[in-house]
C-alpha cells in the first residue's frame, strides 16, 4: 500500500495500517522532537503523545497538506508547548554540589572519540554548552525554526506549514534565531 492508501485504511480502523504509518514516521518523529526539546525522556514522551493524537484525530485528516506536514506540525506544536512549559518552571542546574565542591554533571560525560585532544575536547565542550544557552535563551518558536532547518535539514516552506505560518514568516523568525547565534558565538568563529 501506498501512503494515502495506508492513511486511508488506517481512519477506516485497520490497526495494521496504523502500525504500518507508525514505523513510517517513528524514527524521525522521535529524531525531531531530541533535537527540539534536548531531552530524550521529554522526546520519548512527545513521541508517545504525537502518535496517540494522530490516532484520535487521523478521521480528521483531509489530505490537504502532505501527512508528514501534518505530523510533524503536531510534534512541533507539542514541542513548543513543552519548551513553554519549561521556561515557566525552573530547570534544574547541571551544577551540583558534592563533598570536594562544586561539580558539572556535564563534566563526567565522556567522549567517546578514541582520537580526541583535551584541548580540542575543551573547545567543543564550550561551545555545545554556548550554543545549549544561546538555543535556551531563543524564543520557543525560534528555536523550533531554527533547529528544525539546521538539525532536521528541513526547507522553510516545510517549516511554515509544520509551524502554521509562511515560508516568509519562518525566514523571517530563522534570521532572527541565526543573528541570536551569530552574536553569541562570535568570539568562537
Known sequence: MDEPE????AQQGDQRAFEQLVRLYDQSVLRLATNLLRSPEEANDIYQEAFLRVY???HTFRFDCSFHTWLYRIVSNLCLDALRKRKVRREESSV???SEGLL???DT???RRADSDPERQLESQQLKQRIQ????GLTPRERAVFEMRHYQGMRLRTIGEVMGTSEEAAKNCLFRATQKMRAALGDFV
Request: hydrophobic letters at 45%; a negative charge.
Open 6 to 9: 495506508l492513511i486511508r485504511a
Open 56 to 58: 484520535k484525530n487521523l
Open 109 to 111: 560525560v565522556q567522549e
Open 133 to 136: 544557552e544561546v538555543l535556551g
Open 96 to 98: 551540583v554540589e558534592t
Open 104 to 106: 558539572d554533571r556535564m
